[in-house]
Nanobody
Framework: QVQLVESGGGLVQAGDSLRLSCAAAGRTVSSLAMGWFRQAPGKEREFVALISRSTGDTAYADSGKGRFTISRDNATNKLFLQMNSLKPDDTAVYSC????????????????WGQGTQVTVSS
């Protein structure tokens, strides 16, 4: 079993930055494919960023390319999402997810989820 707990959300203004954290327990982050997803009110859950299990390769949705950076820290067993130049369209509940095999951009492939953290960007 893997437990995930997100933190770092909040209310910010457009153009500000936030860093989301996801603390993992039960397995090391380096042994997991991990990702960030978000869901805005009335919208479907969407892919934000991922980091692969072994090589640590990263990938991003077009909406976050150049603004968001996903990373992990093996020492603290945490996943991060650095978000810069935030826009009102980034407002959503952000959740981290983990999978022991391949992960990917589809939320349905992930076995473990955190409870989510709210990010609200005002204009």
């Amino acid at each position: 079993q893997v437990q995930l707990v997100e933190s770092g959300g909040g209310l910010v203004q457009a153009g500000d930055s936030l860093r989301l954290s996801c603390a993992a327990a039960g397995r090391t982050v380096s042994s997991l494919a991990m990702g960030w997803f978000r869901q805005a009110p009335g919208k479907e859950r969407e892919f934000v960023a991922l980091i692969s299990r072994s090589t640590g390769d990263t990938a991003y949705a077009d909406s976050g390319k150049g603004r968001f950076t996903i990373s992990r820290d093996n020492a603290t067993n945490k996943l991060f999402l650095q978000m810069n130049s935030l826009k009102p369209d980034d407002t959503a509940v952000y959740s981290c997810a983990a999978d022991g095999r391949v992960g990917g951009t589809q939320w349905s492939t992930y076995d473990y989820w955190g409870q989510g953290t709210q990010v609200t960007v005002s204009s």
